[in-house]
């Protein structure tokens, strides 16, 4: 299928441009004018609309949008095993599909095309991704010893279920160190070399985590999960809050890619992760929103302003993480830790997975610099349309793959039989 974009808004180094984008089976093929032999199969009319690389939202909890606003303003450790964890225990496998359906449509609205998700309810957010046409990597939160085995036999069986899709990727989830004895982080990470899959764990989120770790092992979590070797497989870690200097060094020194969640962290009263430090010390970082109950929105653009703004206030320094590489962040950096090649920039050659946002509104005029747009003017409604693997998936604020009534009456008669 050929896809035609026709006068997008574009950066040309400090300036704008106006280029046509032109799509063939999921690949930008061109960036400029329509070149020769090109015949579109659809047309979208840019007009006024800025183009940037769909978002890339690497820490999510897809399922959890049904337990939105539901255990707001407590301690972060009540809230887990009081508010979201009874919860979570009402749900089924159908009801976190729709609490996934739900997460997808909130992200697709928001510009976001790719999603990094540790969930309870195998085959919930595959399903979500592949009906709503995003990219997902899944990953079964695994706990343990206790049970331990039969949340792998369940991430065993979804990865043979959607092997097939070439949207959906895996890593295994050992759920943090609080969560997992010493032995199942072993044999978690033991796993993932004979299937050659990454690890996606929550590290070093709070004070209380890094404090019980320091009684208990004598060194940080980050210190801990790298003398267990969990390290040697490829990590994404989520949050890393609260780090020392040396955590920071093992991070970079064994290329772990970090998924920040600055507005999550703030929320649940966890701190701000040092970024601007970590980013200087090359360790690949990443945007993520968590979960819509932790958030409570799962809105990349207030991510991105997020993680431009706290980081100049923390380091009195005004130049700290500027807007073009915190785009990077939440997109090519995202897909890097996830393993999507040519993801992430509109160039040719690379995925064609586009958001086109309407400038024709007061927060985006006058139109001066594009990254800066995007990062400090822009809150997501802006997103006017949205192209995945080089299919429409929104256009004019429309969805196109979703069934937005059909949507929120299951999940508002999910939350009546949960409440």
């Given amino acids: 299928m050929n896809l035609l974009i026709k006068n997008i808004i574009l950066p040309d180094g400090d300036k704008l441009k106006t ?150 990727k895996f890593m295994l989830a050992p759920h943090a160190i609080y969560t997992c004895d010493k032995e199942f982080l072993l044999k978690v990470s033991a796993e993932a070399k004979r299937l050659g899959l990454g690890l996606n764990i929550h590290l070093s989120e709070s004070k209380a985590e890094f404090e019980d770790c320091l009684r208990d092992n004598g060194c940080t979590p980050t210190e801990y999960v790298a003398s267990l070797g969990l390290f040697e497989n490829k990590t994404l870690a989520a949050h890393c809050v609260q780090l020392t200097e040396n955590d920071i060094s093992l991070l970079a020194k064994y290329n772990v890619s970090v998924a920040s969640n600055p507005k999550s962290n703030l929320k649940l009263g966890n701190g701000i992760a040092p970024i601007y430090q970590l980013d200087q ?95 400090y003017c822009c809150d997501g409604s802006e997103t006017d349309t949205l192209v995945l693997n080089g299919k429409v998936v929104m256009k004019n604020k429309q969805l196109l793959t979703i069934d937005e009534e059909q949507l929120f009456y299951n999940v508002n008669k999910i939350v009546e039989a949960t409440d």
């Fill in 19 to 168: 280029a046509d984008i032109c799509v063939s089976n999921g690949i930008i093929k061109s960036i400029g004018s329509v070149p020769d032999g090109f015949v579109a199969d659809e047309t979208v009319e840019g007009g006024s609309r800025l183009a940037i690389p769909a978002f890339v939202n690497a820490h999510t909890h897809a399922y959890m949008s049904v337990l939105r606003n539901a255990a707001d303003d407590l301690p972060f450790m009540q809230w887990l095993f009081e508010g979201v964890m009874p919860r979570e225990e009402k749900l089924n496998n159908e009801q976190a599909y729709w609490g996934s359906l739900l997460a997808c449509a909130e992200m697709i609205r928001r510009g976001c095309g790719t999603f990094c998700d540790m969930h309870l309810f195998p085959g919930a957010s595959a399903r979500a991704a592949i009906d709503s046409g995003m990219r997902a990597v899944v990953s079964r939160g695994l706990t343990g010893s206790d049970g331990g085995q039969r949340r792998l036999d369940e991430q065993y069986a979804e990865i043979e279920e959607f092997k097939g899709y070439d949207n959906i």
């Fill in 281 to 375: 010390a090359g360790v690949n970082v990443c945007i993520g929103t968590d979960s819509a109950a932790s958030n409570n929105s799962l809105n990349m653009f207030a991510e991105l302003n997020y993680m431009t703004l706290l980081h100049k206030g923390t380091n009195y320094d005004s130049t700290a993480i500027p807007a073009k590489k915190a785009l990077d962040f939440a997109t090519v950096n995202g897909a890097r830790a996830l393993g999507f090649e040519k993801l992430g920039k509109l160039e040719e050659g690379w995925a064609a997975d586009i958001a086109l946002l309407d400038t024709n509104v007061p927060q985006m005029v006058p139109l001066r610099n594009y990254y800066a747009a995007v990062c």
